[in-house]
């Protein structure tokens, strides 16, 4: 339900114009300095929660702090995030467009006087004039939105640094003065009109930096993606009972203890208790429970499962944000809170970086123009160390990097969402694994047989199949995919209350169900049967038995089995120095003889979807660096929850969109492939950014020093963006 803009109390708003965490910083601490309002802004899903003032203050609030802002339900964040990438993408592909003759035909140009032409420097500025001015203009935003509130960025370095190349080749250009020979350390004299390359400077800075956040976008907006997709999993209409007259009404207007209706094949919409028919409810993916569960009057019901079979009517006991489904939700949300920012370590460096380089440009200028070398020079001087300052090669370090681990990633079946996942896989220390789809296949499997004296055990299995034909229970299918032979044909088939099959086939009576459901029925098991039943039992596996005209005839034992590869690859990844913890909804009895087989260090059982969370944050507030392996709806908010979260392709699109990486190749070995390639790319990236930082700091004295001037100072910085992209591309040969 959408909150009263009068009202004051919690508003949730959906933030434009941030284009780094320094943004989201800025917002929250101007919300939070007013009296009475406290704010947290999100920058991965750009959104803020403000509390304390109504809905059109807080929008008005954020507007004065020079950034736009709408309430969550009235905007569509998928359609928000798109036209920005889309934008952005515009804006680059001009700027490539353009910069390519600059930096080619420019160059040449400006180093061969001879085969220049009349108006080639005007040609060279008309070039350049929509990409210094349109394609660059969101780093000229962002920097003057930034300068309104007294702080910098990198974009206020990347604004000055493409204006001040622009605007000194204007001025060469129009001020009619002698060229002064340029030394870069004693060699390489430059050509008179030589200034007039500055403009590749502008143009390169502007399009490698687009290109940088273009990636950085893509890569953010997944992030919003699992809060839009856990909004789709819940049901929109509910069967509402008034007066024994169903009506069909919006879930948004069901109220706690509302009788609703729910037919078979129909997603429950809200959390409650049955209170008149049985049915089987498929909760596997909210649970973690592989078999569908039998609810009868009396039994709780989860809102977002899916009742399977026949018409039950429940007394609502939480909806809307009270449900399980909508606290999963919420959870995800606020882990998603605590992820890190692209940009986190460049920003805070950066933070101190910018202002110490315009304090240097500032000082360079004066230095020279006091000694008495002139305007011209000392402008010349200035510029060079701005232009060589430029952190075009910082700007690149993450999405270059990023672009060739994800592609290599892609080819090993590997699909790394952010940086984000980079920066945990570094440091995880404990990988938790979920149970069901994980670990195992998350289907039913017939285990072993076993039949009564005198029994024909084909023949009873095939008449079991006949009877499940019939359903879409996954036991059923079990039964129906193991039957050795054709199927026969069933005449009068009836279920019964309680959890059993009636039927004949073969001209027998014919009865499958649950140990408990035949003995009630007079067909108890014999001594072999029931000890079958029990050994099952004891290995966590689901025994089925089987009566035949009044006789107890045989059990089928299903299970959920270990996929062939899970206990190589726990060891693979305690052989990495990592601690493993099995973690599932499963029964205790189920989720220890897993974890014994497969090797793992800890295992906990009968753990709630929400619980689930809370665990991974338990072990988080304990020390632990922790990745998460899941597939199931169930596991949607531990996954974001976590330091590192890793979904496998055969799971829901729920969990994939929580996770961090996405394993698509079939093989719980891409686990482990997977933290190796994060650990490689994210080693990549912290060389990139040393080798940026350390580059403008040996650089910037001798470009103050004036032995550095601006064309060469361009050409050292684009040497620093080549390598950069050098190293990152090393990344391809991993393996």
Known sequence: MTQDTDAPGPVSLQIGGMTCSACATQIEKRLSSLDGVSAVVNYATERATVTGMTGAEAIEAVRRTGYTAARTGDVDPAALAAARINGLRRRLIVATLLTLPLMDVGLVLALAPQLRFPGWDRMLVVLALPVVGWCAWPFHRAMWANLRHGITSMDTLVSLGVLSSFVWTVISMLVTAPDTEGYWLGYGITPAGADTLYLDVAAGVTCFLLAGRYFEARAKRTARSVLDALGQLAATRARLLVGGAERTVPVSRLRQGDLVVVLASETVPADGVVTEGETSVDSSMMTGEPVPVDVTVGDRVLGGTVNLTGRVVLRATAVGEESQLAQMAAMAEQ??????????????????????????????????????????????????????????????????????????????????????????????????????????????????????????????????????????????????????????????????????????????????????????????????????????????????????????????????????????????????????????????????????????????????????????????????????VGDGINDAAALAAADLGLALVTGTDIAMRSADIICVRHHLGVVPDAIRLSRRTRRTILGNLVWAFAYNIAAIPIAAAGLLNPLISGLAMSLSSLLVVTNSLRLRNFR
């Open 335 to 628: 882990a998603q809170a605590r992820k890190a920012n692209v940009s986190r370590l460049v920003d805070k460096v950066v933070g101190v970086f910018v202002p110490v380089v315009l304090g240097i440009v500032a000082i360079t200028v004066a230095g020279w123009w006091i000694s008495g070398a002139g305007l011209r020079h000392a402008l010349s001087a200035g510029l060079s160390v701005l232009v060589i300052a430029c952190p075009c090669a910082l700007g690149l370090a993450t999405p270059t990097a990023m672009m060739v681990g994800v592609g290599r990633g892609g080819r090993l079946g590997i699909l790394i969402k952010g940086p984000d996942a980079l920066e945990a896989a570094g440091r995880i220390d404990t990988v938790v694994l979920d149970k069901t789809g994980t670990v195992t296949t998350g289907t039913m499997t017939l285990i072993s047989r076993v039949c009564a004296e005198g029994a024909d055990m084909d023949r009873v299995h095939r008449w079991a199949a006949s009877l499940e034909a019939a359903s879409t229970h996954p036991i059923a299918a079990a039964v129906v995919k193991s039957c050795p032979g054709p199927v026969p044909a069933c005449t009068d088939h009836r279920t019964v209350a309680g959890g059993g099959l009636h039927g004949t086939v073969e001209g027998h009576r014919v009865i499958v169900g649950s140990p408990e459901f035949l003995s009630a029925q007079g067909q108890a098991p014999g001594l072999e049967l029931a000890a079958a039943v029990e050994a099952a039992r004891s290995q966590a596996e689901t025994p089925v038995l089987v009566g035949v005209d009044g006789r107890a005839a045989g059990v089928l034992v299903l299970a959920d089995t270990v996929r062939p590869e899970a206990t190589e690859v726990v060891g693979e990844l305690s052989r990495m120095g990592l601690r493993t913890v099995l973690l599932t909804g499963d029964s205790r009895a189920a989720a220890q003889l897993v974890g014994d087989r497969l090797g793992c260090d800890e295992v906990m059982s009968q753990v709630t979807p929400s619980r689930k969370a809370e665990v991974i944050d338990r072990l988080r507030a304990e020390g632990h660096r922790v990745a998460m």
